[in-house]
């Protein structure tokens, strides 16, 4: 989560059954997300989402000092194995420096120096090119690990691990440090790019399967036939009782035909939502780089209304403590299902990791700021305090995995400066979660 968005993370392993979430946001009618200001097509198209695939379990430090002591050799493996192997060693390094403290970084130093000093003599130009560019990421992402340890301890040996990584790096002529920010930038891009080539027998590739586009088509005509059904009716029963060169039938004919384009569009708008209740609006499927399908994934986003919309507030108003929900006047929902998945990469079993940033920003800019001056006393000095004021938001997030359902309800404190605060609420009183798809 940030100022404007959301982010939702979900783990998928081998074992588990077909599974499913459902993200409701509850807001006060004075935030602009209504039907017509934030349709679906608005949603998807801010929606950021990800698949890759990831260890079951952080890597060691006995596995790291494996994949060390395996690039020794790697130049006499197949292509294969090869890529397998840097994707591998990338990927391991980058989870566990993430995490690395200083007395860590020091027990690994010997094998990770005789690795970055290597300098393999390879036939293959495309080989060279890819160890050139293991070796780029590797300094990279110890220099950051060895920079915040030394920033947090300041130990003698870790200042020199940091000197020693910082020659080795000039030596290769690789350049870890940059003083303008474009400099920063572009080399973000770079290792982000460099990453994505390494790491892709663990990439996934999402395609868009055929949705249910005939069944939307199927809907607006129904809804168009009903609507001309209608006026069609209304015209010839006033053409029979008053003529047809008569006031009558021509008010008749104005009349009905208004009413048929406003009869279409809202016959239109609820057979979706209804249609959308129990279907799925898009269909992907997840491929690795082999070809080979991983996943089914199936989504839905609509907004909510009425009886459902009503049913929804009073049911978290009773297991909510009092006062919560009390502003409750819009929501959407969105669905999203995954099929038997199947992450295994060379035989080695790994978790399917789904991620989604749903941007909130068009609607909290939208908002009208609305702030008070607060004077407060600190000892001897007295400060003042410029306090914007916030909206409460509430989120729901109802999970299922075969038989388990997990449910949970956040308050958001948002404003036009973004979202200030997120917090679990605690249920006052036991009740079952919301039925999914509901």
């Known amino acids: 989560m940030d100022k404007y968005h959301l982010q939702v993370r979900i783990e998928l392993t081998r074992e588990r059954p077909p599974s499913q979430w459902q993200l409701h946001l509850l807001l006060p009618g004075v935030m602009d997300l209504g039907t017509e200001s934030y349709t679906s097509e608005h949603f998807y198209r801010n929606l950021i989402q990800q698949q890759t695939l990831e260890p079951l379990t952080p890597p060691s430090q006995e596995e790291l000092e494996s994949l060390c002591r395996q690039m020794t050799l790697a130049h006499r493996l197949n292509s294969r194995a090869f890529q397998r192997l840097l994707a591998d060693l990338v990927r391991a390094m980058r989870i566990w420096l993430a995490q690395a403290d200083s007395h860590s970084l020091l027990a690994l130093r010997p094998s990770l120096l005789r690795l970055l000093r290597l300098n ?5 130009e495309s080989r060279r090119k890819l160890f050139l560019l293991t ?6 992402q110890l220099h950051q690990a060895l920079l915040r340890e030394s920033l947090r301890s300041g130990e003698g040996p870790l200042r020199r691990y940091l000197r020693l990584t910082e020659r080795i790096a000039e030596l290769a002529r690789v350049r870890l440090t940059h003083h303008e920010a474009a400099g920063r930038e572009k080399g973000l891009d770079r290792l982000s790019l460099g990453r994505r080539i390494i790491e892709r027998p663990y990439q996934l590739t999402r395609r ?5 586009k005939l069944a939307e088509q199927l809907i607006f005509g129904l809804a168009a036939a009903v609507a001309m059904t209608l006026a069609t009716t209304i015209a010839f029963a006033t053409q029979r009782a008053f003529g047809s060169f008569s006031t009558p039938f021509f008010l008749s004919l104005v009349i009905s035909y208004i009413f048929k384009d406003r009869l ?16 799925s609006q898009h269909h992907y499927r997840l491929y690795r780089d082999d070809g080979t399908a991983v996943v089914d994934i199936r989504d839905t986003f609509l907004h909510l209304g009425g009886p459902p919309l009503r049913r929804l507030i009073d049911d978290m108003k009773e297991r909510l403590p009092p006062g919560e929900g009390a502003r409750i006047d819009a929501g959407w929902v969105y669905h999203r299902s995954y099929g038997s998945a199947s992450p295994v990469v060379d035989g080695h079993s790994c978790k399917l990791s789904d991620q989604l940033v749903i941007n909130l920003s068009r609607s909290l800019r939208l908002q009208p700021s609305q702030r008070r001056v607060l004077w407060q006393r600190e000892g001897e000095r007295i400060r003042q305090f410029d306090v914007q004021r916030v909206i409460p938001v509430y989120l729901l997030l109802n999970w299922r995995c075969g038989q ?3 449910f949970k309800v956040y308050r958001l404190h948002v404003s036009r400066k973004g979202i200030h605060r997120l917090k679990e609420v605690s249920p ?8 999914l798809r509901s």
């Open 120 to 124: 393999p003599a390879f036939e293959d």
């Open 135 to 140: 070796r780029e990421q590797l300094l990279f």
């Open 208 to 212: 868009v399967l055929k949705g249910p």
């Open 264 to 279: 279409k569009e809202v016959g239109r708008l609820y057979l979706l939502s209804q249609f959308y209740t129990r279907f």
């Open 404 to 406: 388990q359902q997990e």
């Open 428 to 435: 006052h009183s036991p009740g079952s979660p919301p039925s």
